[in-house]
């Protein structure tokens, strides 16, 4: 029976057009109906280094990038000396033959030669290599070329020039592998049903939706991988809904901006990466002590300093809890896939606009350029919230830091009658006036945090994201992109008779520590899953629960597969 449900990877040299093709290929299968989830790392230079795309399709969701790749596609020799041990024993190498000898045939492959070097070549037109080996792929796998045909046409709608010849080179490449190519492996597309409301889209431009839904209208950053494309897209999009975005100088200045608009009334945001997000830790302290909404996406990635800016990696945790200068409440989030992303980044306006505090979102580089097939929101189960603003009776003697039991005071937009008030990064009183005095930090300071557990309340009603039966005593706890993998790793395990449970934790300060404690207490082995060296969220748990852990790490800027994390479920089930 044909194999619908497939993992491809395609790898070659960076700036040779392997990401484009993946790309192509991806809209494409997306196109025809397909689920898809997408994975690509790619090297820090513009041009050269090794860069490989992952993509899995499936007829339904997909949550993963999946195990070992079904078909290999390798546009060089590199390629196919980094990633031939990886081709699942039986799966398939597609390749060209100007430029990759491959051994002999040890692992039952099918191998398919298809030179689209020598055709670019006779066809005058090497920029067409990629679309002539897309032709390939679609006439070997089914895929239909007309999928690939709106793709092409949308792409290059603003160069004429090379739209025709393009088409020209996916047309050829889809009749050379029909009159010369043999099939001779199970991996096939057929059409499938295409059903309505199905967005693809990848975890920036999640953020920008969501961000933009509500209610950003401002936006400074300054340019860094991989957080770029989300201040691209909003320079494109906040226009059109009467909007600014600024390209500040640097990511203190961009901060800086932010607090500015957001004292102004206007819902505002900015995303950076590692490095940036360490510049804003000033600014995020005035943003506490002023008690102004701040939203800040920080897209980690590998390494400290540049450290490798174009892999993944869950390491400015610390940073996100404790980062800074003295005292002050931040709220924390992560979300756990592309629709995440969305609902997430509207839950960060959402908790600093009511809250009046800086919130970190951090999500990271695979989930920044991933791409997920998903279902349109139900946006009536969305709501967005607005800054609590002063009554008349408020006006009549306007404290704007008044002590509240929440810990929240209403926040008067400056220009408001009445409204009048001091906002500064120094200790003050209730109207804002600098105050210094001892009792007055005290009461201030409390005031403050008063506000974190107020959210936590919050947090306490909601429903742990659990998966799996809960009743399980291996429980597998994961944050930010990971959680795909989780989950198809727990479904694999409670398959196998292994009864196992996961957490995933989308808002990390604060916990819900009553509901959390209750639910670890008849735990007798607490995985915790992430991509960092030091197991920061581990800690996190620990130092907040009092509760031991077994720490998962992975730390070399690749995703954890659905495989590795079984495997350990396994081996502590075993124990």
């Keep these: 029976m044909p194999q619908s449900d497939l993992v491809i990877r395609l790898g ?6 392997v990401i484009s093709a993946s ?14 989830f997408t994975f690509r790392t790619y090297p820090a230079e513009i041009k050269g280094g090794h860069a490989w795309y992952q993509i899995r399709i499936g007829k339904e969701k997909v949550g993963s990038l999946g195990d070992a790749p079904d078909i290999l596609v390798c546009f060089n020799q590199e390629a196919y000396e980094i990633h031939k041990d990886q081709l699942r024993d039986g799966g398939v190498l597609v390749y060209d033959p100007d430029q990759v000898k491959p051994e002999a045939n040890g692992h039952n492959q099918t191998q398919y030669a298809v030179p689209m070097t020598a055709i670019a070549r006779q066809q005058d037109f090497m920029r067409g290599k990629n679309l002539i080996l897309l032709g390939a792929l679609c006439q070997l796998f089914g895929l239909e070329p007309a999928e690939l045909e709106g793709v092409v046409r949308s792409r290059l709608a603003r160069r004429a020039e090379l739209l025709q010849k393009n088409l020209e080179s996916l047309q050829i490449g889809y009749d050379y ?19 309505p409301g199905r967005l693809v ?12 839904y509500a209610g950003c209208r ?12 989300i201040m691209e897209a909003m320079a494109r999009e906040l226009p059109k809904l ?27 945001m900015t995303a950076t990466s590692g490095p940036g997000f360490t510049l804003m830790a000033e600014v995020t302290g005035l943003a506490g002590m002023s008690e102004i909404p701040l939203v800040i996406v920080d897209a980690q990635r590998s390494g400290p300093s540049t450290g490798m800016p174009t892999k993944l990696e869950q390491a400015d945790l610390n940073h996100a809890l404790y980062g800074g200068h003295g005292d002050f409440p931040r709220v924390v989030i992560a979300p756990g896939s592309v629709e995440d992303c969305f609902r997430q980044i509207v839950r960060a306006f959402n908790i600093a606009w009511k809250y009046q505090v800086p919130v970190i979102f951090l999500s990271d580089q695979s989930l920044s350029h991933r791409t997920e097939s998903l279902q349109m929101p139900d946006l009536s189960t969305i709501p967005v919230y607005e800054r609590e603003a002063p009554t008349a009776e ?70 742990l994201p659990l998966h799996g039966d ?106």
């Design 12 to 17: 070659g040299e960076g700036g040779e057009g």
């Design 23 to 36: 790309d192509m290929f991806t809209a494409g299968a997306a196109r025809a109906g397909y689920d898809i």
């Design 177 to 195: 592998a029909k009159r010369n190519l043999v099939k001779q492996d199970p991996y096939y597309l057929p059409p499938i049903e295409k059903r």
């Design 201 to 212: 889209m990848s975890g920036n431009e999640a953020i920008v939706a969501g961000a933009l």
């Design 218 to 229: 401002f936006f400074a950053g300054y340019p860094i991988t991989p957080a770029s494309d």
């Design 242 to 268: 009467g909007g600014v975005m600024i390209q500040a100088e640097d990511e203190i200045a961009a901060a800086s901006m932010v607090v500015g608009a957001s004292y102004g009334g206007v819902k505002a």
């Design 394 to 463: 408020d006006l009549a003697n306007y404290a704007r830091y008044k002590i509240t039991p929440s810990g929240i005071s209403p926040m008067a937009i400056p220009g408001e009658k009445n409204g009048m008030f001091v906002s500064a990064g120094l200790e003050h009183d209730e109207y804002g006036h600098p105050d210094l005095d001892a009792d007055n930090h005290v009461a201030m300071t409390l005031k403050r945090f008063r506000k974190l557990e107020t959210l936590r309340a919050e947090l306490e009603q909601e429903p």
């Design 470 to 575: 809960p009743t399980a005593p291996l429980v597998v706890v994961g944050w930010g992109a990971s959680e795909g993998a989780i989950l198809e790793a727990v479904d694999r395990a409670n398959a196998k008779g292994i009864p196992a449970v996961s957490l995933h934790l989308r808002v990390l300060n604060p916990l819900p520590e009553n509901q959390l404690r209750s639910f670890f207490a008849d735990k007798t082995k607490i995985l915790v899953v992430e991509h960092n060296y030091s197991g920061q969220l581990a800690r996190h748990l620990r130092a907040s629960l009092g509760i031991a852990t077994i720490n998962v790490n992975k730390f070399g800027g690749l995703p954890f597969t659905a495989g590795e994390i079984l495997a350990r479920i396994e081996e502590e089930a075993r124990g």
